[in-house]
């Protein structure tokens, strides 16, 4: 396992989470990271990225202006900050990685090779 999340759980509408990946065990090279999620009976959605840059892009426009992803290479932990939560952000959230550009950008983040084990949101 070298993807690995926490920080999930059951919070009420408008609460804030911050989830965490340890990314300690990853020893690929950092070029592509980034967070996807999973909601009951949905496909699986793309959340935001880093780029090799250090600058982040949301990729689903629901999350724009709540969701802030940064990452602290001196901990190797991808961070992924949630504020004014909604019910439709309900999902199991994962942590995803790949070293290759090439590849990544070519692929949604859930395509990417490094994928954690997911950790569950639940907003009532």
Known sequence: VQLVESGGGS???GDSLRLSCDVSQYTQIRNCMGWARQAPGKEREEV???DPGGISTFDA??????FTFSQDNAE???YLQMN???PED?????CAADPSLGYCRGRRIYEWRYLGQGTQVTVS
């Open 84 to 86: 004014s939560l909604k």
């Open 61 to 66: 426009d629901s999350v724009k202006g709540r």
């Open 90 to 94: 309900t999902a199991m959230y994962y």
């Open 11 to 13: 919070v009420q509408i």
């Open 76 to 78: 190797n932990t991808l």
């Open 48 to 50: 935001a990225r880093f």
